[in-house]
């Protein structure tokens, strides 16, 4: 197991979010409407889309929201033509950022894109210029205070195929491959694990940067403009919140 500041990361990011009203609805269609595209829109043959529609239904996400996300996001949508879409670029300070978006006029969507970036201190770039510092993982965080036995945790995190196990302190995160994720998920549930901070299929950056103060406010207020565009699925970067400006972060 190895330590680092990733929960610093994902907990700064969740509470943004979660500060702003429907980010629970608007989150949960995200990422199940990136599940229909990664695995096809039947529940019965992807198990991550079964994850998040349960989701959705446990935090009363209409039905007809859940459905419409799955036909826009498999090109079934009547009447309507989506493209699904990548965008690359960089933020304040350096930040690399890969985004997913799923769009019915590209024209409107990267003119949005684009001026989050400007504005905010970064600029779009050509495609290929980030995409490749980024890896797609399955990753599964639980509060250490509710994990008895960190060992047993590890035997059954390995006996499911996890790629790592980390222990940053409060938080013990696993990393799976993307194709391992709802099996071990699934694993952990039935072993008692419910309450996770963080379970979801991710791209994560093989190399990171830690801006300072300044850069890392102006990335968190761009990171909030991408995220509440409903054509922008997903918003991926290498910012890595250093135990310094998270602690300023913080006091704010």
């Known amino acids: 197991m190895a330590g680092h500041s990733k929960w610093a990361n994902i907990k700064h990011r969740k509470s943004a979010q979660d500060a702003r009203k429907g980010v629970v609805f608007t989150g949960l269609i995200k990422k199940l409407a990136a599940a229909a595209r990664r695995g096809g829109g039947d529940p019965s043959m992807n198990a991550e889309l079964r994850i998040y529609i349960d989701k959705a239904k446990e935090a009363n996400v209409p039905k007809d929201n859940v459905e419409r996300a799955i036909l826009r996001a498999t090109g079934q949508l009547p009447g309507q033509s989506f493209e699904n879409l990548t965008y690359e670029g960089y933020?304040?300070?350096?930040?690399?950022?890969?985004?997913?978006?799923?769009?019915?006029?590209?024209n409107r969507t990267v003119a949005d894109v684009r001026h989050a970036f400007n504005k905010h201190g970064g600029n779009l770039g050509q495609d290929g210029c980030v995409a490749w510092m980024f890896k797609t993982h399955g990753v599964l965080s639980l509060d250490a205070a509710c994990v008895p036995d960190a060992d047993a945790l590890m035997e059954l995190a390995l006996?499911?195929?996890a790629e790592e196990l980390e222990d940053e302190g409060s938080v013990y995160t696993i990393t799976t491959a993307p194709e391992a994720f709802a099996a071990m998920r699934g694993a952990l549930v039935a072993a008692g694990y419910t309450d996770f901070l963080a379970d979801e299929i991710t791209k994560e950056a093989e190399t990171s940067t830690s801006p300072d103060l300044a850069a890392v406010q102006a990335n968190l207020r761009m990171i909030e403009v991408l995220e509440d565009n409903d054509d922008v699925e997903a918003v991926y970067h290498n910012m890595d919140i250093s135990d310094e400006v998270a602690e300023a972060l913080e006091e704010e």
Request: net charge negative.
């Open 91 to 106: 933020g304040a300070g350096g930040v690399a950022y890969l985004l997913e978006v799923s769009t019915d006029n590209r």
């Open 159 to 161: 006996e499911h195929g």
